[in-house]
């Protein structure tokens, strides 16, 4: 039975609300009057979608979306907004919110939007279910020098380890910090070629030249290239841009005191010190990170 939490201050528009998605089929609602009360609720209860008000009392809306984001990734939220509002939905929006309707067209669009929203909530617990039947994964992945590309592709993953049994919980955050410092310096130190010194310095300057270059030549036309392969004994992560490459061995030592405030080499310790084993091809374009099950390790 799908269970559908409402935060809404209103008591006439809790009415409203009750009366529109009465007919849906075994459906439960249940209202809350401010954000406070709808956090308790989403302690006690798997809710599949959460359709609140944008301004509630003594609790702002944004807020609430941003914890309901972090805290409970699976569950959808739907944003209803009052005239004048949606530039603030809009925003809602770029934070994670999967809808929004101006109240004044809930009589029109609110049972087809809860019904949509249902589908896909039930459509991607579905496939998360399927990716914790994993045993072993094997993936390859072609990415564009665009960094909005990353955190999904690292939650993917993230999924995956977690799913086989290699890591546990700390040590799957450990493994993604190395992936998302591993696609950083494949884009911008090895596609886009910037020197990480620039960031050291004005980082107006670093991020403008970054911009510059995803769209010109030969820049704009490198790829970067993700082979993934992982069982609950050991995950073997390749990482490969298509730039000019570097000698790791000149990267300065990031943990000598002349250097813990600079931005040079930083990401290379933390692979080295999340993973088991960091190595770098001829070329320096290409970084493979190995990561050992603690049974495996154990072990030998």
């Known amino acids: 039975m799908p269970n559908v939490l409402v935060v809404d201050s209103s008591p006439v528009d809790q009415k409203i609300i009750a009366r529109l998605l ?9 209202f809350t009057r401010n954000g406070e009360e709808g956090l308790n609720q989403l302690k006690q209860n798997d ?95 072609v990415l564009e020098n665009d960094a909005n590309m990353f955190p999904p592709l690292i939650s993917f993953l993230h999924r995956s380890v977690r799913a086989v049994g290699l890591c546990d919980e700390t040590s799957g955050i450990h493994v993604c910090v190395s992936l998302e410092e591993a696609l950083n310096n494949a884009l911008f130190h090895g596609n886009l070629e910037l020197d990480s010194l620039l960031r050291d310095g004005d980082q107006k300057t670093y991020h403008n030249l970054a911009a510059e270059r995803r769209v010109t030549d030969p820049y704009c036309r490198r790829k970067i290239y993700v082979d993934v392969k992982v069982t609950a004994e050991e995950g073997c ?25 600079k931005s040079s080499g930083r990401g290379l310790l933390l692979m080295k010190t999340f993973m088991d084993d960091v190595r770098h091809n001829k070329l320096g374009n290409q970084v493979t990170m190995i990561k050992r099950s603690a049974h495996k390790e154990a072990r030998e």
């Open 237 to 261: 992560f390749v990482v490969r841009d298509e730039g000019p490459g570097f000698d790791p061995q000149l990267v300065p030592d990031p943990t000598a005191p002349e250097n813990l405030e």
């Open 47 to 141: 809710f599949h979608v959460v359709l609140t008000d944008l301004v509630i009392p003594g609790f702002d809306g944004f807020d609430l979306l941003t914890h309901i984001m972090s805290h409970y990734p699976l569950t959808p939220v739907i944003l209803m907004t009052n005239v004048g509002n949606e530039a603030a939905a809009v925003k809602a929006l770029q934070l994670g919110a999967s809808g929004y309707l101006p109240k004044k067209s809930l009589n029109e669009n609110l049972v087809d939007t809860i019904e949509n929203v249902l589908d896909e909530s039930r459509a991607e617990r579905e496939r998360l279910k399927l990716l914790d039947c994993i045993e072993k994964s094997d993936f390859s992945f």
């Open 22 to 30: 009465e007919h849906l089929p075994d459906l439960r609602l249940v």
